[in-house]
């Protein structure tokens, strides 16, 4: 029950902090901390993130710092990709997914801990092209993993879709809330995981605690060091899982 508390805290905070972040802690934690399987840590992962997105965009949709257009164009392209990921994912072994798993921590721990992106002053027009493009990239890693992506949405829509920082964390939400809602809704009904409630239940609710307090979070410390202090905690998690695969190999 603590470890569930501490956790869902830890990824309501990058959630609604950084607008993403929250389901590359989730799997892990519930994994390696809670005892579950890859398969059943991504499901209950998408339905963690899923609630805990839904809250924080609330909040940031009352402070305006959405672009609702780009955010529906960004989804709707990943939403059937993160379907057919999500039944894929069913098939796929547990050690490639956690394989899989590693290497994305990995590569988001590198995109936070890089250079920061270079945002505009003003939300420049939607570029349809390049949210399509995005979006379905992003919706493959949701379906296939159980994680929102937003880690790599943010950068994308400052950098591609030249949003202004804040604006791309708000979109980034929304876009996470519907790939997640997808991606979970076909595990469900294509391969029924049982749940467990009571890890899940306090680890969601911590999670949307933390997540409405999250907006707060990122005005009170600047941009710069949030995003290091979680690419310094996603590169921890991507070696011990590394590690732990290397071990399990070499028995």
Known sequence: MVMALVAGGVVGLAMGALGGGGGVLAVPALIYLL??????????????VSVTSVVA???HARGGDICWRTGLLFAGAGVPVSAGAAVLSGHVPAWLLTAAFALLAGVASVVLLGTEPTESTVDAPVRAARAVGAGAGL?????????GGGFLAVPTLVTALSLRMRVAIGT??????????????????TAPTPMNWPVIAPFAAAAILAAWDGRRLSAALSPTTLRR?????????ATAMLADLTLHALR
């Open 139 to 147: 919706g493959a890693v949701t379906g296939l993993l159980g994680v």
């Open 229 to 237: 202090a979680f690419g310094i905690a996603l590169a921890l998690v």
């Open 57 to 59: 965009l609330s909040r």
């Open 172 to 189: 980034s939400l929304l876009v996470i809330a519907v790939n997640s809602l997808v991606a979970l809704g076909t595990r469900l009904a």
């Open 35 to 48: 005892g579950m399987t890859p398969s059943v840590a991504a499901t209950a992962s998408l339905l963690i």
